[in-house]
């Protein structure tokens, strides 16, 4: 059974600072690439940042200069360390696995930036 279990969300205020970290479980990891995605109220899921198997990266406009993904193969967990949040990082972050074939969601950890 395939898992995706994020963790890390929380409320911070403007200027502050989270990790969000995602556990997997059920697939052989190492060969998956790996995102983070967010949907806020109203709005479409979007990407936020992903990492290749591989270990190359991307991210959106939005996050770029601020948030960094990262990747553990030994512990199967993908991180989001998001720096400088602003209120509009206000969402749902999932993360996501992504391999030849199959594509796998998390259940999503609500991170919250306000005062």
């Known amino acids: 059974q395939v898992q995706l279990v994020e963790s890390g969300g929380a409320l911070v205020q403007p200027g502050g600072s989270l990790r969000l970290a995602c556990a997997a479980s059920g697939i052989r990891f190492s060969i998956y690439h790996m995102g983070w995605y967010r949907q806020a109220p109203g709005k479409q899921r979007e990407l936020v940042a992903r990492?290749?198997?591989?270990?190359?990266?991307n991210y959106s406009d939005s996050a770029k200069g601020r948030f960094t993904i990262s990747r553990d193969n030994a512990e199967n967990t993908v991180y989001l360390q998001m720096n400088s949040l602003k209120p509009e990082d206000t969402a749902v972050y999932y993360c996501?696995?992504?391999?030849?074939?199959?594509?796998?969601w998390g259940q999503g950890t609500q991170v919250t930036v306000s005062s």
């Open positions: 996501n696995a992504l391999g030849t074939v199959r594509n796998y």
């Open positions: 990492i290749s198997s591989g270990g190359g990266t």
